[in-house]
């Protein structure tokens, strides 16, 4: 007996399709493709005569971080961030690469990288009022990239409401605070739609308070609108407040590269202990599991690094595992209690403790306590401070 194959009608088939598939089909959540806004540098060298201000630096920056170049003077930082955007050269190396969203970027020029910069000192045109300050990159485009006259305004006047200065747009520089300039430079770099934004110092000209208020500011920025950003700093607090990542920097090299509190809880090394807050150096050695300061010393001895707000200052030493040191200064302005001592060598130590701590005891110039360090941090390499 011989079987004959069913034939589908066409239109039966249409039906099934539309009826049962497709609504399925139009169920599944559509994912967009994300761009990978990353930066990645590869072993750059970079030498002004014989001083060598990069050494074979290599680093990635994640899509939509906000990274800190953090380090003293000469440590590199501003010439890595100038070798990123374009605006100074590195030395020839088959092994040496820039890479923008996994493209090198080598021989790119400026314009070509499409990165916004914010330099220290604004930079700003003191001719121009605030609008035209803004609008010069969008007016000097060309081709197919140049916007008309009503798109420039409309993209201006949308910057002048996210950096918080609506109705100053006609003031020209001279007419505005320090930080509302770093904030007309921060737009005028935002205007053109950079894929990154590279800030030098950008807030170094302006005064302890207003830093404090601008630097809050450009977090919540950057929460906003999630652009890639990495900013050189040499202060210790701007980058631990504001950056999602610190890389710490020092003659050229990378010491370490974590997370504020990465760096600031596990630091690598001494220097980088040194460098992000207040540390003092102790010598002792270690005897039976318990740490001995301050005493008659053989053997080989110890670096020990302690935060001066883990440090206890006792009125007498009941365990035997502080040892003396003497007044020397109480300053209690502030949300801490800052207290200055000398040991019987004359090395100083700074300790940090609350009010409430502090009115327990109340330490005064010249009285003898004794110094309980609670947390010690000893590395391998020794250091001095």
Same mark, same amino acid.
Request: positive net charge; contains cysteine; charged residues 25%.
């Given at each position: 007996?011989?079987? #004959? $194959?069913? *034939?589908?009608?066409?239109?039966?088939?249409? %039906?099934? @399709?539309?009826?049962?598939?497709?609504?399925?089909?139009?169920?599944?959540?559509?994912?967009?493709?994300?761009?990978?806004?990353?930066?990645?540098?590869?072993?750059?060298?970079?030498?002004?005569?014989?001083?060598?201000?990069?050494?074979?630096?290599?680093?990635?920056?994640?899509?939509?971080?906000?990274?800190?170049?953090?380090?003293?003077?000469?440590?590199?930082?501003?010439?890595?961030?100038?070798?990123?955007?374009?605006?100074?050269?590195?030395?020839?190396?088959?092994?040496?690469?820039?890479?923008?969203?996994?493209?090198?970027?080598?021989?790119?020029?400026?314009?070509?990288?499409?990165?916004?910069?914010?330099?220290?000192?604004?930079?700003?045109?003191?001719?121009?009022?605030?609008?035209?300050?803004?609008?010069?990159?969008?007016?000097?485009?060309?081709?197919?990239?140049?916007?008309? #006259? $009503?798109? *420039?305004?409309?993209?201006?006047?949308?910057? %002048?409401? @996210?950096?918080?200065?609506?109705?100053?747009?006609?003031?020209?520089?001279?007419?505005?605070?320090?930080?509302?300039?770093?904030?007309?430079?921060?737009?005028?770099?935002?205007?053109?739609?950079?894929?990154?934004?590279?800030?030098d110092e950008p807030f170094g000209a302006l005064d302890a308070r207003v830093r404090q208020n601008l630097r809050r500011w450009l977090r919540r920025l950057h929460?906003?609108?999630?652009?890639?950003?990495?900013?050189?700093?040499?202060?210790?607090?701007?980058?631990?407040?504001?950056?999602?990542?610190?890389?710490?920097?020092?003659?050229?090299?990378?010491?370490?590269d974590g997370t504020p509190a990465e760096v600031f809880h596990h630091p690598k090394n001494a220097f980088v202990m040194d460098f992000l807050g207040n540390v003092?150096?102790?010598?002792?050695?270690?005897?039976?599991?318990?740490?001995?300061?301050?005493?008659?010393?053989?053997?080989?001895?110890?670096?020990f690094f302690v935060r001066p707000h883990e440090i206890e200052l006792l009125p007498h030493n009941p365990d035997g595992s502080g040892f003396p040191a003497t007044?020397?200064?109480?300053?209690?302005?502030?949300?801490?209690?800052?207290?200055?001592?000398?040991?019987?060598?004359?090395?100083?130590?700074?300790?940090?403790?609350?009010?409430?701590?502090?009115?327990?005891?109340?330490?005064?110039?010249?009285?003898?306590?004794?110094?309980?360090?609670?947390?010690?941090?000893?590395?391998?390499?020794?250091?001095?401070?």
């Open positions: 007996m011989t079987i #004959k $194959p069913r *034939i589908i009608c066409p239109i039966c088939f249409f %039906i099934v @399709l539309f009826i049962f598939i497709v609504p399925f089909v139009l169920t599944i959540p559509f994912v967009p493709k994300t761009i990978d806004m990353s930066i990645e540098v590869k072993n750059i060298t970079k030498r002004f005569g014989k001083f060598t201000a990069l050494n074979n630096v290599s680093l990635k920056i994640p899509d939509g971080e906000l990274v800190a170049l953090l380090g003293p003077s000469g440590s590199g930082k501003t010439t890595l961030l100038r070798i990123i955007a374009g605006l100074e050269e590195f030395e020839p190396n088959m092994n040496a690469d820039i890479l923008f969203q996994d493209k090198s970027v080598v021989g790119n020029r400026v314009a070509e990288r499409k990165v916004g910069f914010v330099f220290q000192h604004y930079a700003l045109f003191r001719h121009l009022k605030v609008f035209d300050n803004i609008a010069f990159g969008l007016r000097v485009r060309r081709g197919k990239n140049r916007l008309t #006259k $009503p798109e *420039i305004r409309n993209r201006v006047l949308e910057l %002048i409401h @996210l950096i918080q200065l609506d109705g100053l747009e006609n003031r020209y520089p001279d007419q505005l605070s320090g930080g509302q300039r770093q904030r007309v430079a921060l737009a005028r770099a935002l205007a053109i739609e950079p894929k990154f934004l590279l800030l929460d906003e609108i999630k652009l890639t950003s990495v900013f050189v700093t040499h202060d210790q607090e701007e980058a631990l407040e504001l950056a999602d990542r610190v890389i710490v920097m020092n003659q050229g090299q990378i010491e370490q003092n150096l102790f010598h002792g050695r270690i005897v039976s599991g318990q740490v001995i300061f301050d005493t008659p010393l053989e053997g080989t001895q110890k670096q007044v020397r200064r109480v300053q209690l302005a502030g949300s801490i209690a800052k207290i200055e001592l000398t040991d019987r060598n004359n090395k100083e130590i700074f300790v940090e403790m609350s009010h409430e701590k502090y009115l327990q005891y109340q330490f005064g110039v010249t009285d003898t306590v004794f110094v309980v360090p609670k947390k010690t941090v000893v590395f391998e390499e020794d250091y001095s401070i």
